[in-house]
């Protein structure tokens, strides 16, 4: 039972322009949203974070979208660099007592100099 | 560096056999969670602790259990392994069991297992 999917396996960007990846889910239940970039050989390090009472948020180049509606996630990159390539991933969770996470399958971000 | 630490880097073991990860959180962070990753796949939640309780368990085989220890360190045992078993391994900390408004985990850099 996929809860989460990413749509995009992989996705090249020029650096300057706009980085888009998405996120659709299946459960209603879900209350914060997260995304994580991780580079090779190490562990995915978060990013940015929305709450489900919020519709979008903004942290310097990283913007996270929330449409609850259409239960998707998104996130946009601007401008794109280079050291934005990585793999990212939507994360999930929901606000009880135990906290069992949800991890997209991921989308591998290209940014070509 | 995330101040998360794992150990061993790599391990390379035959199936049938026993294994024990480690994880040692950051400082001050009571929650850890562990997720494996397999060969192109997602990060799949295993299980999570807190202040050395189980707190939450996700899609983890009977064949695997874990613990926090009241230093906060967490082991990860796997057993009777297979060769499915192949796969990365993560451990995550958290301050909290639950933060409010981010559920902002640190991550290690991963347990590298393969299974022969």
């Known amino acids: 039972d996929q809860q989460v999917k990413q749509n995009s396996p992989s996705l090249s960007v020029q650096e300057g322009r706009i980085s888009i990846l998405n996120c659709d889910y299946t459960?209603?239940?879900?209350?914060?949203f997260l995304w994580y970039k991780k580079y090779p050989a190490e562990g995915p390090t978060f990013l940015i974070s929305?709450?489900?009472?919020?519709d979008k948020n903004e942290d310097g180049r990283f913007t996270v979208f929330l449409n609850k509606s259409a239960k998707h996630l998104s996130l946009h990159i601007v401008p794109s660099q280079p050291g934005d390539s990585a793999v990212y991933f939507c994360?999930?969770?929901?606000?009880?007592?135990?906290?069992?996470?949800?991890f997209g399958p991921g989308t591998r971000l290209s940014v070509l100099p | 560096d995330s101040g998360v630490t794992q150990t061993p880097k790599h391990l390379i073991t035959a199936t049938g056999q026993r294994v024990t990860l480690r994880c040692s959180p950051r400082?001050?962070?009571?929650?850890v969670y562990w997720y494996q990753q397999s060969l192109d796949q997602g990060l799949q939640f295993l299980i999570q602790?807190?202040?050395?309780?189980?707190?939450a368990k996700g899609n983890i085989l009977e064949r695997f259990s874990a613990q926090q220890f009241p230093d906060l360190h967490s082991e990860l045992n796997l057993s009777s392994l297979e060769l499915g078993d192949s796969a990365l391994y993560f451990c995550?900390?958290?301050?909290?069991?639950?933060?409010?408004?981010?559920?902002?985990?640190?991550f290690g850099p991963g347990t590298r297992l393969t299974v022969t």
């Open positions: 929305i709450s489900s009472i919020k």
């Open positions: 602790y807190y202040n050395g309780e189980e707190r």
């Open positions: 459960n209603s239940m879900f209350d914060y």
């Open positions: 995550a900390s958290s301050v909290e069991a639950w933060t409010g408004n981010a559920y902002e985990q640190y």
């Open positions: 994360a999930f969770g929901t606000d009880n007592y135990g906290q069992n996470f949800v």
């Open positions: 400082s001050g962070d009571l929650s």
